[in-house]
């Protein structure tokens, strides 16, 4: 029998990822068995010329069913997954897939030049410190976890030219991006045996934790990290009960949250809430925390 990984409940729905009235959806990719496959060609056989061809037949169908607690709301894509599939999903076939990987170069390149932040960055940045206790400063400790963009660390070294934010992210294309706005990228996953334990004022975690196979731990990771009473920024797909209603096609989601589930698993990790924020025609749920 499944138990909610937040609450323990066994009382559950079952859902379509992805398919949320039932649709056939040719479009939606990921998560499969036949990522198993695709997987395999790309490594083995090498096949590059059928390659994108492939991701994008056989990524056309999801197969698995998502749980949702009915106690907390909290919901898993129940999927035979693991670290080893998704690093290699991310590294090597999250752009391919979706056919971004020039758009994604050109992107990289131009960000440089542009100093027009996203409207979200902004929203964010001003959620973290109208909700921070503690005044950022300019030696706090930033790591951002799949930062792509990185707009919050870019807000961060904006505010204080002289701090060194750290990054994470599986995609090589963001390399040269990061080091010319002085970045260190310290490691492509999390967890990493390159951080230290208690050395962070602050992680920032913009739609990363629904791509985890195991949030529980992903958090304990987190949490190790962070110097006591700083600081996590988050900030995940809302999923409440108007989202399964939802006739609408998402990203390749593990885990979906609403406001109860996400501030129980955050205290049972260890944290205390400074603040959590949800906007329903958006979609999203923002959240600081602190760890005790
Ligand atoms: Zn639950």
């Not at 991701?55 to 997954?81: D, H, I, M």
């Not at 070294?157 to 390399?175: A, E, G, L, M």
Request: proline share 4%; aromatic share 14%; glycine share 4%.
């Amino acid at each position: 029998m499944h138990h909610c990984l937040v609450c323990a409940s066994s009382d559950f729905k079952i859902t379509r990822y992805g398919n949320h009235l039932n649709k056939v959806r040719p479009r939606f990719l990921f998560l499969s068995y036949g990522f198993k496959i695709v997987d395999f060609l790309y490594r083995k056989v090498g096949l590059s010329f059928l390659k994108k061809t492939w991701l994008r037949l056989v990524f056309c169908r999801n197969s698995a069913p998502v749980l949702c607690c009915n106690a907390c709301g909290f919901a898993r894509y129940e999927t035979s997954l693991n670290e080893h599939d998704l690093s290699t999903y991310y590294n090597e076939l999250y752009h391919l897939i979706r056919g971004r990987k020039t758009r994604l170069d050109q992107l990289a390149h131009l960000a440089l030049s542009n100093t027009d932040m996203p409207q979200r960055c902004i929203d964010q940045w001003q959620f973290i410190t109208q909700h921070s206790q503690l005044s950022l400063t300019e030696d706090w400790s930033s790591l951002e976890i799949g930062a792509g963009y990185a707009g919050l660390s870019r807000l961060l070294k904006t505010q204080f030219p002289k701090s060194s934010p750290q990054i994470i992210d599986p995609n090589t294309v963001w390399k040269t991006y990061y080091r010319a706005l002085g970045f260190h990228q310290i490691a492509d996953s999390f967890p990493s045996a390159l951080l230290k334990k208690s050395s962070y004022d602050i992680v920032f975690l913009s739609h990363v934790l629904e791509h985890v196979i195991d949030p529980y731990t992903f958090l304990q990771e987190i949490k190790s990290i962070l110097i006591e009473k700083r600081f996590l920024f988050l900030e995940v797909p809302l999923c409440d009960t108007d989202y399964w209603n939802q006739d609408k096609i998402d990203g390749p989601h593990l885990s979906f949250f609403t406001e109860k589930s996400l501030i129980s698993l955050l205290q049972s990790q260890g944290f205390t809430f400074c603040s959590i924020y949800s906007d329903p025609s958006q979609g999203f749920l923002r959240a600081l925390a602190q760890s005790n």
